[in-house]
């Protein structure tokens, strides 16, 4: 599965940012998707997922409140909506996906084995 992330920017702290991944997997609605970002100097950390529902979701404590992800079936392309952003948001965004079964959404790195290139969020304090 090939996934294509876009969106990142910079911004200043309390912005708002919207990142998109978008791929042309027919099995679009069998893949739970992820969100992960990768700090300067940090491992890969789990951001949020949603699983093949979308009332499946899962957030990292440090983001819950702030960013919703969502996805479009028919637009075959996963969201993550960011508000109130901090400067230790800033960070390089990657999305995730899998095909799984209904009742699993992975939230580890090592359960995904497909990944977007990255986009860079730049949070300004």
């Known amino acids: 599965v090939q996934l294509q992330a876009s969106g990142g920017g910079l911004v200043q702290t309390g912005g708002s940012l919207s990142l998109s991944c978008a791929t042309s997997?027919?099995?679009?609605?069998?893949?739970?998707l992820a969100w992960f970002r990768q700090a300067p100097g940090k491992e890969r950390e789990f951001v949020t997922a949603?699983?093949?529902?979308?009332?499946?979701?899962y957030y990292a404590d440090s983001v819950k409140g702030r960013f919703t992800i969502s996805r479009n079936n028919d637009k075959k392309t996963v969201y993550l909506q960011m508000n109130s952003l901090r400067p230790e948001d800033t960070a390089v965004y990657y999305c995730?996906?899998?095909?799984?079964?209904?009742?699993?959404?992975?939230?580890?790195?090592?359960?995904?084995?497909?990944w977007g290139q990255g986009t860079q969020v730049t949070v300004s304090s």
């Open positions: 997997a027919r099995t679009f609605s069998r893949l739970s």
């Open positions: 949603i699983g093949r529902s979308s009332s499946s979701t």
């Open positions: 995730a996906a899998k095909e799984t079964i209904m009742t699993f959404t992975p939230t580890t790195e090592r359960d995904y084995n497909s």
